[in-house]
Nanobody
Framework: QVQLVESGGGLVQPGGSLRLSCAAS????????MGWYRQAPGKQRELVAQ???????NYGDSVKGRFTISRDNAKRTVDLQMNSLKPEDTAVYYC???????????????WGQGTQVTVSS
């Protein structure tokens, strides 16, 4: 079994900052991509940011220059530093990890349970 545990969501005022963390544990052989997605009410889930095992990053257009993703391969964690938050960043944020559980196994995606981020004055 694989578990993804997220932390760090909450309520913040516009212009403020939050840091989200996600830790992967369980039967994991290797991890390729780790990332964050978000879903606001009435909208589709969208990519926020992702980072490969080699450190290459990709960001959604709406968060470029404000959010920073980082990962610790040894600890199997991925963090999302969110600065200059706007009300439109309000959403449930989901950790996403692409991994395989054994050598030669298939790559599969796993999702965290989601953490609420609310940006409001």
């Amino acid at each position: 079994q694989v578990q993804l545990v997220e932390s760090g969501g909450g309520l913040v005022q516009p212009g403020g900052s939050l840091r989200l963390s996600c830790a992967a544990s369980g039967r994991i052989f290797s991890i390729s991509v780790m990332g964050w997605y978000r879903q606001a009410p009435g909208k589709q889930r969208e990519l926020v940011a992702q980072v490969t095992s080699g450190g290459s990053t990709n960001y959604g257009d709406s968060v470029k220059g404000r959010f920073t993703i980082s990962r610790d391969n040894a600890k199997r964690t991925v963090d999302l530093q969110m600065n200059s938050l706007k009300p439109e960043d309000t959403a449930v944020y989901y950790c996403n990890v692409r991994l395989r559980t054994q050598l030669g196994g298939v790559w599969s995606e796993y999702w965290g349970q989601g953490t609420q981020v609310t940006v409001s004055s």
